[in-house]
């Protein structure tokens, strides 16, 4: 493990530390709220889990929130789950999205990429005003606080629109990418019971129109709450009877009227992944998510007006919903639509350049698929304007920083980070002013007190642990749809530890402040009552050239024993020979320990992964554990069920 590591790869020098905005934030908050002028981020941090109340009142103030009736207090209860956030303030995130309308009209909001990646500007005026047309659109059709808006959509200006359209007159937006097909979409759609539907005919990806039209049919007759369905003619066709057309609605030169709500009403429905059931609909607040992402974006990521935000990302994955927060702090945000490796694996650095990406944020698996690639970045690509590669979805193995840093730039802040849906934010990862250590998070986020804990509760220093969070977040759920006494929001986070926040992953924290993570704690691979991460032997296994994928199972077997095997996807052309075989095992061996040698490597045709690109390692187990495909797994949650006969099939010859 990295903690040993002594250099950082990158250290901020004095004049980037001084510019930082969480520099700036904690100048002024000793000055106002009592925070510490001395020790730098890790005495902010300190003050920020300690003094809860202060520094979310700071948060409010120093990013001007603007509360239409005023809070009695920044936290009325502060018991998990059930904390309640500024009880009495109401607010309105979408009036706070589009606030820099006000003072930079004709600049660009947004900037939409297709696959021609030629970007194209939406400034803040006709964003303000599409906005403005489609919230009295939306209240013409009987949209009132509290109904529930869907869109079926991809990553296109008019999804975001869409979304700030129903938070300003007070709707709870939800979306979907249209590459889920009718199945997942309605596992979602059905449980919260959408009033209007946004929609595409279709979608570009990997160079090809994919129509979805019999989709769209398909939820149109299976949502029988909806009263209106807007049509977007993304590859040009009509609007099928009874919808609305979308330049209709929103052709008016309407100024934005922005439903004061209260501090928790919900602003939106995100899904779990849903592998194992039906996937959880987790809603969060207005003012949790608004106090939530101004930090995170503001102070973490060190964003303003004169930045550029992109991250790879589609509607059906929180990151869009945090990428669209990038309008809270004045930043141009980036909607690149299509495929992340067309025409070749390189398009999402050409994005960057051609956009002038100041953050620009992918996930660990496209790093790594460059390297394996021979992408070199700032050889074929102008980055000079990338000042931060963030990178979530998985840790990033040492290989990705090194390569990071060797292949765009050597004073390259590189910020791997880990949250979750279920905050719709970021526990640990990006700060501007502390130095980044190859494998390593760079510390726990501001307000957030997270901890590594054994299994009695005790907390844990250079030790993996389970990672838990002791105090509440703003963002995180108010409430799962559907769960009337809250018994399946309170067994998600709950269970384990009493009014403690248990996320499921495995975590070291350093002794110097860092964090490493070690992938999911529920699929945990338990050897002798050592607890190991399947994150780390897939970074030391997918060094190899001859590995494409791997996924790692640990079982328990009814003697008692414990069956650990590896599974490999090869790259084309490798073969699974004794030489490989004997290579992979040493790698592990050297690399890792003799504990983490599987017990077999077992070829596979593809490794399956959740819609959003996970590897589903928990229904995998399930399966070589006898548990019937039906029952193992939620097929409309799989990006190919065909793959998981495999490990089905291998199941009935081990039983």
């Known amino acids: 493990m990295s903690i040993a590591n002594p250099q ?140 529930r808006v869907s869109g079926y959509l991809p990553n296109i200006p008019q999804a975001v629109v869409a979304l700030l359209a ?61 009263r209106a ?15 609305l057309e979308w330049s209709d609605v929103t052709a008016a030169d309407e100024e934005p009227v922005f439903e004061q709500v209260p501090f928790d009403h919900p602003l939106w429905v995100l899904y779990s992944s849903g592998t194992t059931g039906l996937p959880k609909a987790i809603v969060q607040s207005q003012g949790g998510i608004l106090v939530e992402h101004l930090k995170q974006l503001g102070l973490h990521c060190d964003l303003g007006p004169e930045d550029r935000f992109f991250w790879y990302t589609s509607t059906g994955w929180m990151m869009w919903n945090f990428l669209v927060s990038g309008l809270l702090t004045g930043t141009t945000i980036v909607l690149y639509d299509g495929s992340p490796g067309y025409p070749d694996t390189g398009a999402q ?134 769960d009337a006494d809250g018994e399946r929001y309170h067994d998600s986070y709950f269970d384990t530890y009493p009014g403690v926040w248990r996320h499921g992953d495995w975590i070291t924290l350093t002794s110097r402040g860092s964090v490493v993570i070690h992938g999911r704690s529920d699929s945990t691979l338990n050897r002798q009552g050592v607890r190991m991460g399947s994150a780390d032997i897939y970074e030391a296994v997918e060094r190899l050239p001859e590995i494409k994928e791997s996924l790692v199972i640990g079982i328990e077997q009814p003697d008692g024993g414990y069956w650990m095997p590896l599974f490999v996807h090869l790259a084309p052309g490798a073969v699974l020979d004794e030489a490989l075989l004997s290579r992979i095992k040493q790698t592990i061996r050297e690399q890792l320990s003799p504990r983490h040698v599987p017990d077999e490597v077992i070829e596979v045709p593809g490794v399956p992964h959740t819609l959003t690109g996970k590897r589903i390692e928990v229904p995998v187990k399930r399966l070589l554990q006898g548990t019937p495909l039906e029952r193992a797994v939620n097929p409309g949650s799989i990006d190919n069920l065909d793959l998981l006969h495999f490990y089905e099939e291998l199941a009935r010859k081990r039983a």
């Open 349 to 482: 650095w050409r994005v960057a350049e051609r956009t002038g990406a100041t953050l620009y944020g992918t996930s660990a698996a496209y790093v790594m698929a460059c390297r394996k690639a021979g992408v070199h970045p700032a050889r074929d690509f102008d980055l000079t304007k990338v000042q931060c590669v963030a990178t979530t979805g998985s840790p990033l193995p040492p290989d990705g920083f090194r390569w990071l840093h060797d292949e765009v730039r050597d004073d390259l802040w590189i910020a791997s980070v880990s949250g979750g849906t279920d905050v719709c934010s970021c526990f640990a990862g990006a700060v501007p002013t502390v130095p980044v250590y190859v494998g390593e998070l760079q510390a726990p986020g501001l307000g957030t007190d997270l901890q590594s804990w054994d299994p009695s509760g005790e907390p844990l220093i250079d030790e993996v642990g389970e990672l838990v969070v002791t105090n509440p977040m703003p963002s995180m759920p108010i409430y799962f749809w559907n």
């Open 229 to 243: 369905v807007v049509h977007i003619p993304l590859l040009g066709t009509a609007a099928p009877d009874g919808a």
């Open 166 to 226: 129903t938070a300003a007159v007070g709707g709870v937006w939800t979306s979907c990418a249209p590459d889920f097909g009718a199945r997942s979409v309605l596992d979602r759609f059905q449980q919260i019971e959408p009033v209007v539907l946004f929609t595409v005919d279709g979608y570009r990806y990997g160079g090809k129109g994919h129509d979805r039209r019999d989709i769209v049919s398909e939820l149109r007759r299976e949502l029988p709450t909806l």
């Open 8 to 147: 950082p790869l990158w250290q901020p020098d004095p004049q980037r530390i001084a510019g930082a905005q969480v520099t700036k934030f904690q100048a002024w908050a000793a000055g106002h709220h009592g925070a510490p002028s001395e020790g730098g981020y890790a005495a902010l941090h300190r003050w920020s889990v300690d003094e809860l109340d202060a520094f979310w009142k700071a948060v409010t103030e120093w990013f001007d929130v603007r509360f239409s009736t005023p809070y009695a207090r920044v936290l009325g209860d502060r018991s998990m789950p059930g904390a309640q956030w500024f009880p009495g303030a109401t607010l309105n995130y979408a009036e706070h999205a589009l606030r820099a309308a006000e003072t930079r009209a004709d600049e660009p909001a947004l900037l939409y990429v297709d696959e021609s990646h030629e970007p194209r500007p939406v400034t803040w005026s006709e964003l303000r005003r599409q906005v403005g047309s489609l919230a009295t659109e939306l209240r013409a059709l009987g949209v009132r606080p509290g109904d």
